[in-house]
């Protein structure tokens, strides 16, 4: 029985019907930017997450880069970022034009390592810098950073895009962030229907500047208050997510359920599997298995042949990316990252995963490993 990495079609019982409806309702008004789909979109991310302010936006990259420059982040800048992340993270730096400085991560909880940030902070006094949270939990250092960031007067930005859901300490992990930012890509815990972002402000003087310069720097319908560009979320993404966040719950539990079953049946067998540190509860975004770089094709060879989906998230550090070369201002560490990046092996996590595809999974699993 073939397995999918990840399977965006398992819909709850009139949930297309309802989304059916939603969308003739949308054309039919012509609500096609935003509107009050928008509105009603980043009232309930305000209201459940504890933050002053959300903005809504076109996709999880400009989030980080309408935080950047909301932070003051410009041309010849420094800003500090893990090693290991999605390209984004990298890209809206230098997309600012900014220079990013990579750190390398913490082989405990694969987030950026707190002792070689401080490191790089003082070599390098960068303008900003960005914590990832990776995997569907954060840094078990998260509080030092937060508490470093704003000794220092630091801009801290918390690229949270595969973070939704995700509580620290009993509250959401974007409550106390200076400025977070999510993605609503389709795969993500909480999925568009297409691209789409939001900004998490812990101000309403944050939000009102995000909210500018995503719509090009308007202080009125023709006047122009800033440089910004075109990020607003379309009318059927925010009713997508809407209608969706109806049904988060459920699938959230549905996706841990799954990320605890592969951590106990994986703990027989000797495979590390990297768990959310004390102090999380994720949202079952990624199962996380590290292995000997040398074997891992072999098992991923297996689990081609018998039809399971993986994924390797992510393959490379930023630093050695090729699209690196001539941007990167600096790189502390590394060699962490490096092997994670040929390490990592991720088995499929979706929400409403069945009992017997879970099986299917550890039994193919199984043969890869007596093949070594």
Request: aromatic fraction near 10%.
């Amino acid at each position: 029985m073939a397995v999918p990495f990840i399977d965006l079609q398992r819909f709850e019982e009139g949930f297309l019907d309802r989304w059916m409806e939603k969308c003739h309702e949308i054309t039919r008004n012509t609500r096609f930017i935003s509107g009050p789909e928008g509105t009603k979109l980043e009232g309930w991310l305000r209201d459940e997450s504890g933050v002053a302010e959300v903005v809504g936006c076109a996709n999880g990259t400009d989030a980080i880069q309408l935080a950047l420059r909301a932070a003051g982040v410009g041309a010849g800048d420094l800003v500090l970022i893990p090693d290991a992340t999605f390209w984004a993270t990298f890209e809206a730096v230098v997309n600012v034009g900014a220079r990013p400085v990579t750190v390398d991560i913490d082989l405990e909880d694969l987030q950026m390592d707190f002792e070689l940030f401080r490191k790089a902070y003082s070599q390098y006094k960068p303008k900003a810098a960005i914590l990832v949270n990776l995997y569907g939990w954060g840094s078990r250092k998260l509080d030092d950073y937060r508490a470093f960031a704003r000794e220092n007067k630091l801009p801290l930005i918390e690229d949270s895009a595969q973070a939704y859901g995700v509580t620290w300490k009993g509250a959401s992990i974007y409550r106390d962030a200076w400025m977070s930012t999510v993605s609503f890509y389709p795969a993500k815990v909480l999925g568009s229907c297409g691209d789409a972002g939001a900004v998490y402000c812990s101000s309403k003087e944050q939000a009102d500047t995000v909210r500018k310069l995503s719509n090009h720097g308007r202080t009125s319908h023709y006047g122009y208050g800033l440089i910004g560009w075109n990020s607003r979320m379309g009318g059927f993404d925010a009713a997508f997510l809407n209608l969706s966040h109806e049904y988060t719950e459920e699938r959230i539990a549905s996706r841990r359920r799954s990320a605890e079953w592969y951590r106990r049946e994986l703990a027989a067998l000797d495979i590390r599997t990297v768990a959310p540190p004390t102090g999380y509860v994720e949202n079952g975004y990624l199962n996380v298995t590290l292995h000997d770089p040398a074997v891992r094709p072999q098992i991923e060879a297996v689990l081609k042949e018998h039809g399971i989906g993986f994924g390797n998230v992510y393959p490379g550090s930023m630093s050695t990316q090729p699209g690196a070369e001539g941007f990167i201002a600096g790189r502390v560490g590394g060699e962490n990252a490096d092997w994670l990046g040929r390490a990592v092996l991720n088995l499929p996590l979706f929400a409403y995963m069945k009992d017997s595809e879970l099986d299917e999974v550890m039994s193919v699993l199984k043969k890869a490993l007596a093949a070594r």
